[in-house]
């Protein structure tokens, strides 16, 4: 192994530790014994690594977190999500927050601007190889209710409390007993973002009737597919997807059939956390 590797997958240790452990206190020093890194130097090498220190990525993780707990978890005390996500007062957290997302917590949970955020949060490269486990499934038609995304992917999460929205509404798709999907038509590093199209969907059991949020009915066909786990951050799927493509696809033999990559999330933020977020990646095949 060379030693650029070798490097980054100390790093890549260190991202998992800290994914693990983000409710915990977590020091400098404690990092770098996860890393096999000097305490004395560690601090420059990961500021140098992932683009700021130490201190800032944590806090950036951890008001990640915090907006969708205010959004998605809103029987949540903002003061609690405050000191949950490390914070000694709500006023520290709104300060921090605020410079971060650009509006306060209390305004960003009654009307969030996603895009910003988004633009501002990337996650450290991952060098991480990821363990191609890949199942044949015979998956069976589904009746979904679907709500088209269309433009930025940096504004999904706003489609998502639109259709999150419509669930609770009309109680056709209850999110405890209904499967949830993603249909990916596109994809996102490589689409211009006003073509950029993803459907959120839940399954249903009869017609949508029409609504004012755009919910339509729809159907992932029956058949073949290829399906892996994906674990920890939607925001890493790309981890999976690719080498599903570029290495596992040409290997088996098999042929894509004419219908999209698709999704089954089997958990969802911030009823777990992002690390144990478990999500079904299904390629259809012929």
Partial sequence: ?????????????????????????LTVEQLSQVAHFSKFHFHRQFSLYVGMSVSAYLRQLRLRQASYRLVFGREARIIDIALDAGFESPEAFTRAFRQLCGQSP????????????TERFRLPPSKRRVT??????????????????????EKINHSAQVFIAWRKETGLSPVKTSRTFGIAYHDPETTEPEQFRFDICG?????????????????????RCAMVLHQGSHDRMGDTIY????????????????????????????????????????????
């Fill in 1 to 25: 192994m060379d030693r650029e590797k070798a490097y980054a997958q100390r790093f890549e240790r260190v991202f998992e530790y800290i994914e693990k452990h983000l409710d915990e206190p």
């Fill in 106 to 117: 209390s305004q960003f949970r009654k009307s969030p601007q996603w895009q910003p955020w």
């Fill in 132 to 153: 191609m486990d890949v199942k044949i499934v015979d998956f069976a038609e589904t009746q979904i209710a679907v709500l088209a995304h269309q433009g930025a992917p």
């Fill in 203 to 223: 399954e249903v059991t009869g017609p949508v009737p029409e609504n004012p949020q755009g919910v339509v009915s729809g159907v992932i066909p029956g058949g």
């Fill in 243 to 286: 080498p599903l493509y570029r290495e596992w696809l040409p290997q088996s033999g098999e042929k894509l059939r004419d219908f999209p990559l698709f999704f089954r999330y089997v958990n969802l933020m911030p009823e777990v956390a992002e690390h144990e977020l478990v999500t079904e990646v299904y390629l259809p095949l012929k």
